[in-house]
């Protein structure tokens, strides 16, 4: 061959190697395109779970707990978490939790949206398309009425939005109700009483009730409120679960009791870092304060501070309402495989959570325990408040609140704080009876913003633990309470937390910000 | 095929032998100096000889021979034997080398007839230093480049390359080819590197067009030369320490603050006296006083070795280099081993050598330990000194009940990653006729990363008595970096008469794809053995990911000389990205230059002080599409977003990302005055002038939280970098022998958003806004402290109530802070507006600029009978650094403090400067100037002496060289900075940091 020839064949050869025509035309190898996916149930519900997913807590000041921390149930000294500053009402618009709680409730409306557009165009069937419209819808009443209560006026969106929509104003609280309670009626008529198997955890029927009745309590709509609770127990299919302590336990998840909760399975879909068993029971951050052990009733029904209750201060668990050992690890209690000695912990109130703790958790950065986010309690005791708030005495707030309590052994109102009671003592026996049975399940904090109640941000004050240190004889221990944090009320702050900076310094629409920010 | 199969014995030295073989001795001066030490060599042949003390040599040639007199300060000098036997040559300085050639894009150009501002190192400086990344050769040396060495980790202490300011948002690193192939520049020894061209202004880079915005550096590696065999092997050993670590406070001092941090935030104290008096006692595991960074920082040793063996014939010249590192590191747990090859193989073909055969094969394996938790580790050596590390039984005791990761890390907690790079390229050159050639080059790189990061099992004692399991887990990774290039060129060089003409057109495509994966098991038998299998398999789980990039492009030159006087380039580029959608994918980018080199004319001819004077003009346009986000022409779901339901596990997916559909390259125009001079001799001056505008900055333009997806590219404004940048290197020999040459550069730059076509981001620490640089640093301007006498409290101000009893309340024409309640010894801000309320939306200013505002080196070297010392300065000014948490933020976490602020604000020591310690965040987390810190420093980058021993000693025993040093990189600094190094990380916030390190080696190079 002459050499000519073979050059050539060589500049050939090495040319074919690359020029690839279609070089230039490159589309994602491992992500898809909302174009082309709504196909099928299956990619349908692919969407959908997606929307799900965001109800997760997104962030550390996010988890249901640090709400405890915030309120007078709880403190948590680590101010990096992200309560503490909330607790002391020092929080500002750079804060976390307000921007963790903005972003998280946002991307559950903004899926739920996107989901809402893209189905109704999906080749499924009608059936398909209005369960799962009514789950989305659902999902984003429930952002909606959490935003509403932590921020007053929100802005208002219930589309996909293109960018040169995307900087939103602020819309009235009151209208941004009436579109929660509209999805959460479109949601109810929809979906199913309950699931079986592997769909268990879906939104149901009875979880748009109870979140509406919950949505109207929270804006003062006394009777619609009681109404809606009133509907939840007439559906008849829930009851409280018999034993209060096990109803929190991974081994009693799904339970009769359960409305409506985030559910986690280990390794795959396991709580968000940090799990509440890092945080409650590996962390010595989750301190119970001793004002929400003093709330605990006497197993007779009388308040501790009561001269017939036979308490003792310094043998302050004996006889107590049962929820109390249930919840708190006490001082001397069992804590996981050891005895609870607040001298060598480091919690500086001396006690810590029990309820949710998952204490013994052989992996505490991998636990499974589905966190409630409404039970069947909730509901006697919402419509208890509802009615006591719409003005009315009836026998009937009394035996609700009755049923709480019988669960757990304790007397009734009647037969402790008596019958014929004004609405001002029923108020403070429902008020109470909320707190002694949610404590650490987050909802001690809204409460309190929605009560508008000043006497509940105090200094913190837990058991002295120096004076609870010598493991072999509890019975010397000396109980004393010591101040361990102040906590001021800011009325120039009020009530609402500040719109985050973090968006104002993007959208000025959002401008101005909640009062005393 | 025979003739081929001669071809690959090249690794035998090729003989060629001659008839008539003489005798030649001769004397080799430079002036009137002999010249010691000067290669004589024949050329196309192996033989060859060494000039002793007195400048002579001896050598057999034969009449006709042509002798090649090679000294690395001189000229080369190729004289052909006249037969008389006796030679005695002349050799001129290496300064006054006005025909020096330059590699510039595809080719090399001649110095003289650069147009454009092209920087050169000279890697014969940095052939002693402990360089373990070629980057780190340019700190310093090239006007206009600044190489920053964010960290001294093993294996990952590549220098930022900023050439002429930061003119993008995205990537701003320049392109670096290796001998012609995209890479990443730790892929090449710093040995085994001939020469670093860099190209700064755009018309010099406008070759490299879409790619080519932040500047281009061409590294060529050393190839064979026709002669006989050369072999040079060099070897250094030494030891690390990190540079600096910052003061902090001892087990006494903290909990002394934090108990009066605790009574200023309302609690009670802490720390007992008793429990203080532990910690000072010393004698007790459990009431430590330890300096964690003594814990987790200390000496590491470095070794380096190199063998190169390169040479060749009139048709075939080779080279090949092996290097291997072996270097531990300062942080506990981190090493780094690194074998590379490479090999240079060039073969000529056909009458006249009219075809060209290059292969280059490079390779290196890197293998790479460092912490799992890597963060984690250089987090906790930040440490209070209060936290005990292990307990009297020798358990490792957990820091508030989470982790130990000293202790993990002693345990195995260890990320093993192996990563290997093959790059091989096969170019063929064919000359069609004279001055008329053809060139293809096909290439593929191929990198492979497999990580192996496991968690091993500890059992934690925890203060409370309880113990903490973790548990063992793996997570293997997996990536594939595969880089595919073809380039096709058409040169032709023609003179006529005083014209001179070069022509370059040109076609490249290049295809990159990247995939990884993946895969998770927790639960192993032991901490030893890390291989998925020995997990439990209920616990498994697993992971992928793909992305693709497709470039190409058609490119152009014209380049013209007149009379060697008058110069001119012009280049024009159409560059296509898979990136953007099909409608927005095509970029044309033209660039045009052009020389005039005054000295030659006649008027210039008297001033016999300049050798040259040339000026300088560049315009042009580069394109840049180089941001992270690969596919900009569709909407993206993504995977991932999953859910359990009823104990099963359900995949989910949801929009997270916004996409940009019209988004389209973004283009840095740039425009360079500049002058060549050298003088008398012995100066060599380079200044420039430069504007570089980036326009259509692609940048991720912020939308709105309630979007609830991550922010998409856009097209969002123009940056300006405007500044000076020049050059003077000295380089004399007095008649003692004594050689000395000294270079100092400079360049002062300012770089300014001039338009922003969406949304300022005026997020604190860091902001993008109008008028300011790039990324400046945002907050509040500390105007004070807040002092007692601001304040009213109860009583009409009672002198008599104690401090800690009095309720503080601000007096009305005081400046206050909304978001805070401020109290005596907190911060006070500065009040912008005037409307006596500090706040977030109407207070907060640029504080600090973290790109220098000067940046300058100075290098001297002399050299004095077989003696040589080289120091390199290097420094930048008007820099700040930001210092946030960790040491930096009283009471950061776990972190301990910096001694500083022992002089913190007290009543009774009213500082102005420090404000008073508290335990919550409100105060202490406003992003303000009160953490700007300067971050300007003057550097000992590097200090050698070193020592040649006489070629007439060594000759004996067959080295014709060999030359021992000792080198001592990062000596000193002086900085007033108080974090860890000065030079630190861009976009660094955090206090935490790995340390920069001080290198001491020893070492030798010889050849044979």
């Known amino acids: 061959m002459k050499n000519i020839y073979k050059i050539t064949l060589f500049f050939f050869a090495l040319s074919i190697l690359g020029c690839k025509k279609d070089l230039l035309d490159k589309t994602p190898k491992d992500r898809l395109s909302p174009a082309t996916f709504f196909q099928n149930e299956s990619q349908c519900k692919q969407a959908l779970i997606g929307i799900y997913n965001a109800i997760q807590p997104n962030a550390t000041p996010s988890h249901f707990y640090q709400f405890d921390y915030m309120s007078d149930n709880g403190y948590c000294q680590d101010s990096w978490q992200g309560s503490r500053e909330v607790g002391e009402w020092l929080t500002n618009t750079s804060s976390w939790a307000p921007s963790a709680k903005w972003t998280m409730d946002f991307t559950i409306i903004s899926r739920a949206n996107e989901f809402l557009q893209d189905i109704s165009k999906a080749t499924v069937s009608e059936t398909v398309k209005t369960q799962m419209s009514a789950e989305a819808k659902f999902l984003r009443g429930y952002a909606y009425a959490d935003l509403i209560t932590y921020f007053g006026d929100v802005p208002l969106i219930t589309k996909v939005l293109a960018l040169s929509e995307a900087y939103v104003s602020r819309t009235a609280k009151s209208e941004v109700l009436t579109q929660i309670i509209a999805d959460f009626n479109d949601a109810a008529a929809a979906l199913p009483v309950s699931y079986s198997g592997t769909d268990v955890g879906r939104a149901t029927k009875g979880a748009a009730m109870a979140y509406k009745a919950k949505a109207l309590l929270y804006n003062q709509k006394w009777a619609e409120a009681a109404q809606a609770a009133k509907d939840v127990i007439d559906l008849g299919a829930y009851s409280l679960f018999s034993n209060y302590e096990t109803l929190f336990d991974e081994a009693h998840e799904n339970n009769v009791e359960v409305i409506f909760d985030i559910q986690y399975i280990p390794t795959t879909q396991s709580q968000p870092w940090p799990s509440s068993a890092l945080s409650l029971s590996s962390w010595p951050t989750a301190n119970v304060t001793a004002d929400l052990i003093n709330s605990y009733y006497m197993t007779n029904g009388l308040p501790i501070t009561d001269a017939n ?24 209690s069992s804590f996981g495989s050891s ?25 505490v950065n991998n636990c499974s325990l589905n966190t409630i986010l409404m039970r069947y309690a909730d509901i006697y005791l919402m419509r208890a408040e509802a009615l006591i708030e719409s003005g009315s005495t009836d026998p009937e707030i009394y035996t609700l609140i009755d049923k709480v309590r019988a669960r757990v052994n304790m007397p009734t109102v009647e037969s402790v704080e008596g019958i014929g009671l004004t609405q001002a003592q029923l108020r403070n026996i429902v008020r109470h009876e909320r707190r002694v049975e949610f404590y650490n399940e987050g909802t001690r904090y809204a409460d309190m913003l929605r009560w508008q109640d000043k006497s509940l941000v105090h200094d913190v004050y837990g058991y002295d633990k120096a004076l609870l240190s010598n493991p072999a004889s509890p019975a010397t221990w000396t109980f004393k309470q010591v101040k361990v944090e102040t906590r001021t009320f800011d009325a120039s702050k009020g009530w609402l937390w500040p719109i985050p900076q973090a968006d104002i310094d993007i959208n000025k629409n959002l401008l101005p910000n909640n009062p005393g920010y | 095929m025979k003739r081929f199969l001669s071809i690959f014995l090249f690794l035998l030295p090729y003989m060629t032998l001659s008839a008539q073989q003489s005798k030649i001795t001769g004397k080799v001066v430079s002036g009137t100096d002999p010249l010691p030490g000067v290669t004589v060599r024949i050329k196309h042949s192996s033989q060859g000889t060494v000039t002793d003390s007195k400048g002579q040599f001896t050598l057999t040639a034969a009449a006709g021979d042509t002798l090649v007199f090679n000294h690395i300060s001189f000229l080369t000098r190729e004289i052909v034997a006249n037969g008389n036997g006796i030679m005695n040559v002349s050799l001129v300085s290496a300064s006054q080398n006005v025909n020096e050639v330059v590699v510039v894009g595809y080719g090399t150009q001649k110095k003289a007839n650069l147009t454009g501002a092209v920087g050169v190192v000279k890697m014969t400086d940095m052939e002693s230093r402990p360089l373990t990344n070629p980057g780190q050769a340019l700190q310093g040396t090239v006007a206009g480049v600044y190489a920053l060495q964010s960290s001294g980790k093993p294996g990952d202490d590549g220098a930022v390359l900023d050439i002429r300011g930061v003119g993008t948002f995205g990537d701003n690193t320049p392109l670096v080819l290796i001998d012609g192939f995209p890479g990443n520049i730790n892929d090449v020894n710093a040995n085994d590197i001939q020469s670093i061209s860099v190209l700064k202004d755009a018309a010099s880079a406008a070759i490299y067009g879409n790619r080519a915005a932040n500047g281009v550096i061409l590294i060529t590696t050393k190839k064979g030369v026709a002669g006989k065999l050369r072999v040079n092997y060099t070897v250094y050993y030494g030891s690390q320490n990190p540079t600096r670590l910052p003061h902090v406070l001892d087990a006494v001092d903290y ?24 910690y000072a006692a010393h004698n007790d595991l459990m009431y430590p006083d330890i300096n964690y960074f003594k814990v987790y920082y200390g000496n590491a040793n470095i070794q380096n070795q190199r063998l190169s063996i390169s040479g060749g014939n009139d048709n075939v010249n080779y080279a090949f280099m092996l290097g291997r590192l072996n270097q ?42 460092e912490p799992t938790d890597l963060w984690n580790a250089e987090w906790y050596a930040t440490l209070a000194p209060i936290h005990p590390l292990r307990n009297a039984a020798g358990q490792w005791v957990s820091v508030n009940g989470e982790r130990n990761y000293y202790g993990e890390i002693k345990e195995g907690s260890t990320a093993l990653t192996k990563r290997y790079n093959f790059n091989g390229q096969v170019e063929a050159e064919y000359k069609i006729i004279d001055g008329l050639s053809a060139q293809v080059t096909y290439g593929y790189n191929v990198m492979n990363s497999k990580a192996n990061a496991f968690h091993a099992n500890v059992t934690l004692y925890n203060e409370s008595g309880t113990t903490t399991n973790l548990v063992s887990n793996l997570n293997v990774t997996n990536e594939t970096d595969v880089q595919t290039l073809l380039t096709s060129l058409l040169k032709y060089n023609k003179v006529l008469g005083k014209h001179e003409f070069n022509l370059l057109g040109g076609y490249s495509e290049e295809e990159f794809t990247y995939d990884w994966e993946s895969a998770y098991r927790s639960g192993f038998v032991n901490n030893t053995q890390r291989v998925l299998n020995l997990g439990d398999p209920s616990t498994q789980t697993n992971n992928a990911g793909s992305y693709d990039l497709g470039l190409r492009s058609y490119f152009g030159r014209l380049n013209y000389v007149f009379d060697g006087k008058y110069l001119f380039e012009a280049n024009i580029r159409r560059d296509g990205s898979s990136r953007f959608a099909k409608e927005h994918r095509w970029g044309t980018f033209p660039s045009f230059s052009a020389g005039w080199v005054i000295s030659k004319e006649n008027f210039m001819q008297n001033l016999t002080w300049i050798d040259l004077l040339k000026l300088r003009a560049s315009w042009g346009r580069l394109g840049n599409q180089n941001i992270n986000n690969y596919y900009n022409g569709s909407d993206i779901l993504t995977s991932g977003q999953n859910y359990s339901l009823g104990g099963s ?18 283009t840095a125009q740039q425009l360079d005055f500049g002058v060549d001079m050298y003088l008398k001799k012995n100066f060599e001056i380079t200044a420039d002038y430069f504007d570089k505008r980036t326009k259509d900055l692609l940048l991720t333009q912020s939308i709105p939280l309630t979007m609830a997806q991550s922010a998409p590219y856009a097209n969002a404004g123009e940056v300006q970098n405007k500044g000076i940048e020049a050059a003077i290197t000295y380089r004399t020999t007095f008649a003692s022998g004594f050689k000395l040459r000294a270079t100092i550069n400079a360049s002062h730059m300012v770089n300014k958003i001039v338009r922003m076509d969406v949304a300022e981001q005026l997020t604190s620490p860091k902001a993008i806004k109008t008028g300011a640089a790039i990324n400046s640093f945002y907050g509040y301007k500390m105007d004070g402290i807040y002092q007692i006498s601001d304040f009213t409290w109860q009583n009409n101000s009672d002198q008599s109530i104690p401090y800690a009893q009095r309720d503080y309340t601000l007096k009305p024409d005081v400046v206050k802070v909304s978001n805070y309640t401020a109290q005596p010894g907190d911060i006070k801000y500065k009040d912008l507006n005037g409307d006596k309320v500090v706040d977030m939306n109407n207070d907060r200013t640029i504080i600090g600029n973290q790109f220098p505002k000067l940046t300058y080196g100075f290098n001297i070297n002399m050299e004095y009978k077989g003696f040589d010392l080289s120091m390199f300065l290097q420094g930048v000014q008007g820099i700040q650094g930001y210092t946030y948490y960790e040491i930096a933020t009283p009471f950061s976490g776990f972190a301990n403090m910096g001694d500083w602020w022992l002089k913190r604000w007290t009543p009774d020591h009213p500082s102005n400067t420090l404000p008073r310690l508290t335990l919550d965040g409100a105060r202490n987390n406003i992003h303000s100037s009160f953490y700007m810190e300067n971050a300007s420093y003057l550097r000992m980058k590097n200090i050698e002496l070193g020592y040649s021993i006489s070629p007439k000693i060594l000759s004996r025993a067959g080295i014709s060289s060999l030359r021992i040093y000792g080198n001592v990189q990062n000596a000193f600094t002086i900085t007033k900075f108080k974090g860890f190094d000065p030079e630190q990380t861009v976009d660094q916030t955090r206090a935490q940091a790995f340390p920069q390190v001080r290198i001491m080696t020893m070492g030798a190079s010889v050849n044979f």
């Open chain 2, 649 to 666: 596990l359900y995949s989910g997916v949801a929009i997270t990302a916004m996409t940009n559909k019209d988004l389209t390259w973004e």
């Open chain 1, 339 to 363: 005895t609870f000695i607040p001298a060598v912990d480091q919690v500086p109130c001396g006690a810590r959570p029990r309820k949710y703790a998952a204490l013994g958790i052989a992996d």
């Open chain 2, 328 to 369: 531990d590191g300062i942080l506990v747990g981190t090493s780094y081993k690194k074998t590379d090859f490479r090999s240079n193989i060039d073969a000529y073909f056909l009458k006249n050598k009219r075809l060209r055969f290059s292969g280059k094969l490079a390779g290196n394996l890197g293998v790479k330990n």
């Open chain 2, 255 to 278: 909990t002394t603050l934090y108990n009066e941090a605790s009574v200023n935030s309302g609690g009670t104290a802490k720390y007992a006296d008793s429990v203080i008096a532990k």
């Open chain 1, 309 to 332: 209750a036979g308490y003792n201060d310094q043998d302050p668990f004996k006889n107590r309402d049962p929820r109390l050992a249930a919840s708190v690890v006490l001082p001397g």
